[in-house]
């Protein structure tokens, strides 16, 4: 059952009684399904009722869903042509938009812009220092609000009578202007895990006026709606079987569990495993390095970049995959050092740090050359370690083992361009990964259009109120697994009997 | 339970780790009566709540009813002096006031002013055709919206956080501004039977923005919200016993019926009966007179004024005991003709009708007599028959004797004045009310008070759909009784007797 549904409907007559009502000549021939002897109408559209309805003999009625009832939003002369819902994941780096057409019952588009508020701040936690004052929180809302409504409007915000939208909770408070200044101080907390079904003017996205937004709920300070939303498209916490759900943003969420558990992790492993934390890193774009090739012989790197072009930097798919190989090749160590016995020769010192060059900086567009430092992988391992401690950590709690997880779904653009051979050689995956990883794609994005589609409340809550929160900083044992998971793969090479039998063979 | 409830509560305190929520710090200290997994907060105050949490220990919340569930409409950091409801009974005539206080659980005043909607027209019928302009029908709602919100801020409308509203269905039609085009004409349909819980700019009250407004339902065109409150004030609905409920206004609506069925009926008993039709009738008020004496022997009358000044005219509650003492006396006959054999030298002819003068011209206020109409007396007469026949009626259709009537519930002004032996001796009402009739005031009124303290949105529901309406146009059956009603008391006087017996005994 869509958010909203269309129906054509012929007004009983009113006949001679004491009883006849303009509007019960409507939900007298309304479908079953969305019956309810209190159906309600808003009072702006009862102003209009009588006029309407004497005006033809067939109508169109809309009805939104809120919680487990129908209103009766809006009623229309002839079949209209558009009636759209939006699904709105907003992303801290872009904001995806789904333009979802309730008539047709179709995706008509699906595309991201970028999020107006990298203005404030590049990454999320400049942006929740900056809006701790009331007037920052404000302008961060604002701008927001005015991207968003600037692509509504391209779609007429007449039409869109139904946003679905989902942030993680840093996005959730500020798109909703909620003051962020205690979710950034211990104890951390948020203002609101649930929120009501909102009129576009009580948020300010300029949508019909007889439309509603609804927010994805929270789980937790670092476990947002987006999450929710991602779970909801995923559904592990249907299934009989035992999945991982991963999600690498600025944090990596990880939920583990099916319907009868559900317990979930979230630990600082992100920016590292995007490709954030490094000075030649890019957002995937033309340039962008995708992949490296190691000439053993040569000494030296090949690479591809997106759309062929000079390249610029390497996005953060290539990284996995270009630290693994300098791995297998003995280029690094275990511990992420540079081999200088191996690469000596390619090693420079840049503001005393060493750094491996990849590319040179006749071969580049800007003229300087493109590398990797050491510092940099050091970074990264502790990043893949923290992920690999939590997954571990997860199933321990629970008393499994990754044998008995079924399914890895892996989602972000990380899960769309992770390579999972280079991932488990690294030791961020287990080996069960190699064979049950599943990449979602947006499946934040991917759920909020579900909801357009099924409008699942029950579902919704059902996910919100299951999930158990394991919290890291009270967990000595986070600490005490995540020593052995920063060397390449493990210090027991036994959890990677694949890995150390394709080092053997080297 | 209220439709308002205030707690003290110190919130929880935030734990590290990963879902600490204000809203969630709050919900868990409420009371398990008001607690509800989705318990909602509207944007203004979530935008505010972390603030207003750091700033004390202990704090106040305000509740508000919604259906089944409570949603957290407010929070003070010291308990709030006043807490008000309204509940407003808006009569065609005037617009009765119950100024409750949810702290203190008692009725603070109690009071009604004139409904300003008489500059459009003295009586309903004359406002509805005035309000078939849109123009007119906002002139119409902005007069009463206005002299509501003038009351609302004699005690401070930020105080005010509920109101309870009941109407006939013209009254809600004109507060809501809701169309009345086609409530006049056939087959008269009425706009809608349910209304949501408004906020008071929704409807144009002004009073706490955080506020709600609980409008009565609809049973019909004849049959409006004064009467759903006026039933959950009598409680016939829930009792074993059979009753009558009758309220007699701009139309006699009667109500009989159990916990087992509820049969309804409305006829145009009503002006005549309140004295409405009669030249000489007044409201209540100083100089109106309010008892008649027959003065046998010198062939005239006396009389008592309220506050004993000179005599302006006769108000409502006088017309029946004197219309019963003319036919006592022999001075009309059973018909309601002047018995010209008795008081032929009192009759006089005004514009060519019979009238007979009750104070002569020297004794009033004014200067011109005070007298009564043969003609009215026919109206009149015609009233206490329609009321009869449906009392008559509504027994029939269920098959029972007003001897299975228990009770006979009278509201409204009627019901607080009418002399109960008058109308039985007239056959309005039949000789089982003499000593099974209770006046219950205001219980429209009364009903809307009753809801700010209990907010039985059930109850209210199950009231208006166990209605059955009986519509008496449709009905020959009631022509057909009616004819034999319209004689004093009945051409059956086997059916009256109590006054046979009376007559005899003269």
């Known amino acids: 059952m869509e958010a909203l549904k269309i129906y054509p409907f012929k007004p009983s007559k009113a006949v001679t009684g004491g009883s006849n009502f303009d509007t019960e000549r409507i939900f007298s021939v309304l479908p079953e399904e969305v019956k309810d002897k209190g159906l309600k109408i808003e009072l702006p559209l009862l102003q209009k009722l009588p006029y309407i309805l004497r005006e033809g003999d067939e109508f169109y009625a809309l009805l939104i869903r809120e919680e487990k009832n129908f209103f009766l939003a809006d009623i229309f002369k002839e079949r209209p042509d558009k009636v759209l819902g939006l699904a709105i994941d907003i992303g801290s780096t872009t904001i995806a938009f789904y333009i979802y057409d309730f008539l047709k019952g179709e995706l008509l588009k699906e595309y991201s812009i970028y999020n107006p508020q990298i203005e404030f ?236 060059e990849l590319i040179s900086a006749e071969k580049t567009k800007q003229g300087y050359p493109i590398y990797i430092k050491e510092g940099e992988i050091k970074s990264f391992l502790r990043s893949k370690g923290a992920m690999f401690t939590i997954l571990t950590l997860l199933c321990e709690k629970v008393g499994l083992t990754f044998e008995d997880v079924e399914k890895f779904y892996v989602a972000g653009s990380f899960g769309n361009h992770i390579d999972v051979r280079s991932a488990v050689i690294l030791g961020m995956l287990p080996e069960e990964a190699l064979f049950k990883t599943i990449g979602l794609g947006n499946s934040a994005g991917k759920g909020a259009l579900k909801f357009l589609k099924r409008a699942e409340y029950e579902e919704i809550k059902e996910i919100t109120e299951r999930i158990t929160y394991l919290e890291l900083n009270v967990e000595g044992r986070f600490m005490e697994l995540l020593t052995g998971a920063l060397i390449i793969p493990h210090v027991n090479l036994e959890l990677f009997p694949w890995v150390k039998k394709l080092l053997e063979e080297k």
Not at 294 to 302: A, G, P, Q, V, Y
């Open 121 to 356: 701040g590049e990454d999320i936690l400049t942006r929740l220092h900056f809006a701790k004052k009331p007037e920052n929180l404000l302008k961060l809302q604002e701008r927001t609000l005015s991207a968003i409504n600037q692509e509504i409007e391209k779609v007429g915000f007449e039409n869109v009578y139904y946003i679905s939208l989902c942030g993680n909770t840093a996005m959730t408070h500020f798109i909703l202007g909620l003051p962020v200044n205690y979710l950034i101080v211990e104890p951390y907390v948020a203002v609101a895990r649930w929120f009501p079904l909102f009129k576009g003017e009580e948020v300010g996205l300029k949508i019909n006026p007889r439309g509603r937004i609804f927010v994805f709920p929270l789980a937790g300070t670092y476990f947002g709606g987006d999450l929710i939303a991602g779970l909801y498209e995923a559904e592990i916490y249907k299934k009989g079987e035992i999945s991982f759900y991963v999600d690498v943003g600025t944090n990596a969420e990880v939920v583990l569990g099916n319907k009868d558990f559900l317990l979930a992790c979230a630990g600082a492993a992100g920016p590292a495993l995007e490709g954030g934390i490094f000075e030649c890193g890019l957002k995937a774009q033309p340039g962008a390095v995708e992949s490296f090739w190691i000439d053993e012989k040569t000494l030296s790197l090949s690479y591809k970049t997106i759309g062929d072009e000079r390249p610029l930097g390497f996005c953060g798919s290539a990284v996995i995959q270009l630290i693994a190989d300098l791995f297998l090749h003995g280029w690094i160590t275990p511990e992420g050092k540079f081999n200088l016995k191996k690469i000596g020769p390619l090693i420079e010192e840049i503001n005393g740090e060493r750094v491996l």
